[in-house]
């Protein structure tokens, strides 16, 4: 294990635990009393490549269209940006594909020069799979890195330097629940994975469609998967690290391969709604607002969807983390948020730093706030929410503030094979078993990390 891994893993740990305490103290509409001063010195300063002959620098922002509250999100941070930096205008390109295509699009673009000023990516060890410190514009010597918490600070930088501003706020896998129909059915929020399973029988047995899923959009089939982490890490802290080192794999690892075997369990039982495989991600959360289904594998950003789509059932709708085995083990699998990156070769490096630096201050958080709502913490030091807390991030939180956290696998480690969406396609749709999909998803770490050309492969 790499001294750069080894710091990044305790960066993140030590954080992700308090990481909603910036929630704390919240404060109706004023909103904006933390951090001023950095969003007036990232809004006035124009001592910088901004301006060519009296016109306005275009910075394009390049992104994928697979998610609308990304895309909301981005929009509203250039608008708010662009409303106070009259010499810069960001402008969001949403053209680019989704899933696997989007990552080839970003890697080719960066590669071969064509990527405009900005662009939208993963944090984490996906990020290290661009090879930043050639590729990307380093900003290690930006005032305002030091205002972001080190676990996040962690996921975009290397030895050589750092390169991403937050674009979200952190993030918990696991399951979306309709708390309506628990109550009718007098169902509790289970703390096993047989007690999960218990409930689905109950919930299928009233007629309703016990677990949505939206193959429609594959990326999604993989959250029983993805979510499952803590339980893997629960009882294997390391395993990060040995799967860097091709030490572990998931077709030989038992808590591992339960990932999979997790969603294989509810397939077989028939606990998918009927349009499993083309339900996308807008119509699954109707699905669950609506009561057409009980339970929703997700990320708690999509939370935001429901708060503006369904906002007479968002109090209905709750969360719990990926159940294990064991009532001794309940915990959340957490996610950073993603960040808005610049090629190397810029034209405009000073203004694309002017805009990172909004993105990075109250002024960003509030933008992000008034585009998707109270998704979860904020990794900008001093970030504050105003308004109510959904349920969905009520119950996401003490899981953070009782440090019962663990990050998702691609925090801990670059090995991430880019098809787990397909495997994960193929075991909820019966065409494989969770064994099958195992190792063919080992076999695709393996065709990555030699890629990287990572040691032991």
Request: glycine fraction near 8%; include cysteine.
């Amino acid at each position: 294990m790499t001294n750069r891994s080894m710091r990044r893993v305790r960066m993140t740990l030590a954080v992700l635990g308090g990481a909603a305490l910036v929630l704390a103290g919240c404060s109706g509409d004023d909103t904006t009393e933390s951090g001023e001063e950095g969003s007036e010195d990232t809004s006035e300063d124009t001592s910088d490549d901004s301006s060519e002959n009296g016109e306005p620098v275009t910075l394009t922002w390049f992104m994928g269209a697979g998610v609308p509250d990304d895309i909301a999100t981005a929009e509203q941070l250039a608008a708010n940006f662009n409303a106070v930096n009259p010499d810069i205008e960001v402008v969001v390109d949403a053209s680019g594909p989704q899933g696997v295509e989007l990552d080839t699009t970003i890697k080719t673009r960066l590669a071969t020069g064509d990527m405009p000023d900005l662009f939208w990516y993963n944090s984490g060890a996906l990020m290290l799979a661009l090879n930043p410190d050639q590729q990307l514009l380093n900003v290690a010597d930006e005032p305002w890195l030091d205002d972001l918490n080190e676990a996040y600070r962690g996921t975009i930088s290397t030895d050589n330097g750092a390169y991403g501003a937050p674009v979200g706020s952190a993030m918990g896998g696991g399951i979306f629940y309709n708390m309506a129909i628990y109550d009718e059915l007098g169902l509790e929020v289970p703390m096993t994975w047989d007690e999960f399973m218990a409930n689905n029988a109950a919930i299928d047995e009233a007629g309703i469609a016990p677990v949505i899923q939206s193959f429609g959009d594959t990326w999604t089939s993989q959250m029983v998967m993805l979510a499952d982490f803590y339980n893997v890490y629960a009882e294997d802290p390391e395993f990060g690290d040995k799967l860097t080192a091709n030490e572990v794999n998931f077709a030989d690892t038992p808590i591992a391969l339960r990932s999979f075997e997790k969603l294989e369990e509810l397939a077989e039982a028939g606990y998918f709604n009927e349009d499993f495989a083309t339900t996308v991600l807008d119509q699954a959360l109707e699905k669950l607002a609506n009561g057409e289904g009980a339970h929703y594998p997700m990320l708690t950003f999509a939370q935001a969807t429901i708060t503006q789509n369904f906002p007479e059932q968002a109090d209905d709708i709750g969360f719990f983390p990926i159940p294990s085995d064991s009532a001794d083990t309940n915990g959340l699998t957490a996610w950073m948020p993603s960040s808005v990156y610049a090629p190397a070769y810029t034209e405009h490096p000073d203004a694309v730093k002017r805009f990172m630096a909004f993105v990075a201050s109250q002024d960003g958080c509030n933008s992000i706030t008034e585009a998707r709502g109270v998704t979860g913490p904020y990794v900008v030091n001093g970030c504050e929410i105003a308004g109510d807390v959904p349920q969905i991030v009520s119950d996401m939180l003490p899981y953070f503030e009782e440090n019962r956290t663990a990050p998702a696998l691609e925090f801990l480690s670059p090995v991430k094979g880019p098809n787990l969406q397909n495997f994960t396609v193929e075991v909820g749709s019966g065409i494989t078993d969770a064994e099958g999909a195992a190792q063919a998803y080992d076999a695709d770490n393996e065709n990555q990390a030699q890629q990287l050309g990572l040691e032991g492969w």
